[in-house]
């Protein structure tokens, strides 16, 4: 009795974690993102591994390339960025950061003339609208590209319940087995 005990507990409790989706695959492909170009481009040749972010270079004032999907569970979304700028001013006139909800968090630092990197986290519930941001504050004078990578978000997890009656399945056939 007490292995079955454990062996519930076990099923229990491993039913509880969240699950997480590497890279831009499952319910991240990049099929699923909502793409807002405004001047900009969005490069998918890397995916899943990673995708670039073009900020706008063609005139026409402020603009922002968007890369944006609603999260399908709890958890953090964490990702590695390169950012490269050619802009004559500097990376202030094209910043790179993410989006939750609408609400833009810059990354990358103003007044830099070098490429910029780190990781990122952030926290999401499902139904959260998150993603990536190129900003042109004025669309001239060279664009910035990042690179995302080492993507990773969450996703829903196994109902708990569900695993629990496929354990307590299992011991009721186990048990059966065992009195023939």
Not at 29 to 58: H, K, M, R
Not at 64 to 77: K, L, P, R, S, Y
Not at 94 to 107: E, I, S, V
């Amino acid at each position: 009795m007490k292995k079955f005990i454990c062996l519930f507990a076990f099923l229990f409790v491993g039913s509880v974690n969240a699950a997480v989706v590497s890279d831009f695959t499952g319910d991240y492909d990049v099929g699923n993102w909502d793409q807002t170009l405004d001047g900009g481009s969005i490069d998918l040749s890397g995916a899943p591994l990673s995708i670039v972010e073009i900020s706008s270079n063609g005139g026409g004032g402020s603009s922002a390339t968007d890369f944006t999907i609603a999260a399908t569970g709890d958890g953090m979304v964490t990702f590695d960025w390169y950012y490269t700028t050619t802009d004559v001013d500097g990376s202030g006139f094209d910043p790179f950061g993410w989006l939750l909800n609408g609400a833009f968090t810059q990354l990358t630092t103003n007044g830099l003339f070098t490429d910029q990197a780190g990781t990122t986290s952030f926290g999401v519930v499902m139904g959260d609208i998150f993603g990536f941001s190129a900003v042109a504050t004025d669309s001239i004078l060279g664009s910035a590209s990042t690179t995302i990578s080492n993507f990773s978000a969450p996703v829903p997890e196994p109902s708990s319940l569900v695993i629990l009656a496929l354990g307590l399945a299992g011991l009721g056939m186990a048990r059966n087995k065992k009195r023939r």
